[in-house]
T-cell receptor, first 113, second 115 residues
């Protein structure tokens, strides 16, 4: 059974700092991995999607890496801003191309001005 | 281009009642998945609909049921509500042929409170 874990559960950093969010999964037979952002009480916004054959994806100040063999992904946020404050969720797409996502519990990020 | 929409935004029910939540997928999408997100937790997969049939189901009791209409919109029904059903219910849409290849688009969610 696939399990997804995100560490830390919460993180507080000063504005401008570069930071790394971690995601680990127990079964390396994944189809892809997505990082989402969730603002309080709101839905999910997709940030980056990494296919199982890829090692990383970049969008603006965000970079996500994937290491299937070790069951890990990281989300790197450069030059953090107060507007980056939100909960970041990692989700694994299971094998078989089913579209079902298995989520971690999220990391709540606070960027202080 | 309208994204995924859900209604209602908020809902308050009492234990034992029944509730119906609605979702309209993003234009061009034909597959709808439902997720339950308890406070402070990640979303959990409930089920997925394609071609008006339930294709996959997560670890949820039969009290949770759904439907997909010919226009691809979907409903989630929960019977005999329990306090533990209080959560944010999220709908996600995608292309069936895309499967996990494509980004899933999530709606804003329906906040259900059971008293």
């Amino acid at each position: 059974k696939q399990e997804v874990t995100q560490i830390p559960a919460a993180l507080s950093v000063p504005e401008g700092e570069n930071l790394v969010l971690n995601c680990s999964f127990t079964d390396s037979a994944i189809y892809n991995l997505q990082w989402f952002r969730q603002d309080p009480g709101k839905g999910l916004t997709s940030l980056l999607l990494i296919q199982s054959s890829q090692r990383e994806q970049t969008s603006g100040r965000l970079n996500a890496s994937l290491d299937k063999s070790s069951g890990r992904s990281t989300l790197y946020i450069a030059a953090s801003q107060p507007g980056d404050s939100a909960t970041y969720l990692c989700a694994v797409g299971g094998s078989g191309n089913t579209g079902k996502l298995i989520f971690g519990q999220g990391t709540t990020l606070q960027v202080k001005p | 281009d309208a994204g995924v929409t859900q209604s209602p935004t908020h809902l308050i029910k009492t234990r034992g009642q029944q509730v119906t939540l609605r979702c309209s997928p993003k234009s061009g999408h034909d597959t709808v998945s439902w997720y339950q997100q308890a406070l402070g937790q990640g979303p959990q997969f409930i089920f997925q609909y394609y071609e008006e049939e339930e294709r996959q189901r997560g670890n949820f009791p039969d009290r949770f049921s759904g439907h997909q209409f010919p226009n691809y919109s979907s409903e989630l029904n929960v019977n005999a509500l329990l306090l533990g059903d209080s959560a944010l219910y999220l709908c996600a849409s995608s292309w069936r042929t895309g499967g996990s290849r494509d980004t899933q688009y999530f709606g804003p969610g329906t906040r259900l409170t059971v008293l």
